[in-house]
């Protein structure tokens, strides 16, 4: 999001009304009034809208902008903002993504790159939801294919006497039928992950599930970075 003296800079360029808008908009983290906008670009001394009907000009936004408690923006507008030259997340939200792009180099399997590539991206852009269940996708990924080339034995002899009707794995494919939940649990049992690193990938599973539904959950670029550096310093990182 942008800081009050960000949009002060900003509205001082050649801008149309809804874009000047929009970054009111961007400085805030919940839906706004009318009355609040207004509030807030005088706060940084812009005047003008007071005299405009802010309300038609973000109903014409095409999407960039919704109401529903007050004026919000969508992660399209976000988008949109970026576009501009907007950062609308924090340089150590940022970081995340440099230091995953960094990684990328490392990452030989194309699916895996895919997956922690688009993670970056949606990160990068705003959609925080997406890059959740982007990275957890690319993390599963390398977990799975790490158990299949080194473990496969162990774990299927684990998850067996764990539950009698499991079905010796064979391929990658094998090992996603078991439910993420309890393939963690099978890793750390047979000694791939530990107690505590176990711990925060269930965490990463719980805010994945939370993204990957549809619901009324919010996230923010804080909420990703910290979802992305967990995978990046445990998963990406490690195997």
């Given at each position: 999001?942008?800081?009050?003296?960000?949009?002060?800079?900003?509205?001082?360029?050649?801008?149309?009304?809804?874009?000047?808008?929009?970054?009111?908009?961007?400085?805030?983290?919940?839906?706004?009034?009318?009355?609040?906008?207004?509030?807030?670009?005088?706060?940084?001394?812009?005047?003008?809208?007071?005299?405009?009907?802010?309300?038609?000009?973000?109903?014409?936004?095409?999407?960039?902008?919704?109401?529903?408690?007050?004026?919000?923006?969508?992660?399209?507008?976000?988008?949109?903002?970026?576009?501009?030259g907007v950062a609308t997340i924090s340089p150590a939200a940022m970081q995340v993504a440099v230091d995953l792009r960094k990684h990328l180099a490392?990452?030989?399997?194309?699916?895996?790159?895919?997956?922690?590539?688009?993670?970056?991206?949606?990160?990068?852009?705003?959609?925080?939801?997406?890059?959740?269940?982007?990275?957890?996708?690319?993390?599963?990924?390398?977990?799975?294919?790490?158990?299949?080339?080194?473990?496969?034995?162990?774990?299927?002899?684990?998850?067996?006497?764990?539950?009698?009707?499991?079905?010796?794995?064979?391929?990658?494919?094998?090992?996603?039928?078991?439910?993420?939940?309890?393939?963690?649990?099978?890793?750390?049992?047979?000694?791939?992950?530990?107690?505590?690193?176990?711990?925060?990938?269930?965490?990463?599973?719980?805010?994945?599930?939370?993204?990957?539904?549809?619901?009324?959950?919010?996230?923010?670029?804080?909420?990703?970075?910290?979802?992305?550096?967990?995978?990046?310093?445990?998963?990406?990182?490690?195997?």
């Amino acid at each position: 999001m942008l800081t009050l003296d960000e949009l002060k800079k900003w509205l001082q360029r050649g801008l149309t009304r809804l874009d000047k808008l929009l970054l009111v908009l961007a400085t805030q983290d919940k839906p706004q009034q009318v009355a609040d906008i207004v509030a807030v670009a005088e706060s940084v001394g812009f005047r003008e809208p007071k005299s405009w009907n802010i309300s038609t000009i973000l109903s014409g936004s095409k999407g960039l902008a919704v109401r529903t408690t007050g004026w919000e923006l969508t992660e399209t507008g976000k988008l949109h903002l970026r576009h501009l030259g907007v950062a609308t997340i924090s340089p150590a939200a940022m970081q995340v993504a440099v230091d995953l792009r960094k990684h990328l180099a490392n990452i030989t399997d194309h699916q895996t790159r895919d997956f922690v590539e688009e993670a970056i991206k949606c990160h990068e852009a705003g959609l925080y939801r997406s890059a959740i269940v982007m990275g957890w996708l690319g993390a599963m990924d390398v977990l799975h294919k790490h158990v299949h080339a080194h473990h496969l034995t162990a774990f299927n002899a684990e998850a067996l006497r764990v539950d009698s009707r499991w079905k010796a794995a064979v391929t990658t494919d094998d090992l996603g039928a078991m439910k993420e939940s309890n393939f963690l649990d099978r890793c750390e049992n047979i000694s791939i992950l530990g107690s505590n690193v176990k711990k925060e990938l269930k965490g990463c599973l719980d805010i994945r599930n939370g993204c990957g539904h549809p619901n009324s959950l919010r996230v923010s670029a804080n909420k990703s970075a910290a979802h992305l550096e967990t995978l990046l310093l445990n998963v990406f990182d490690k195997f």
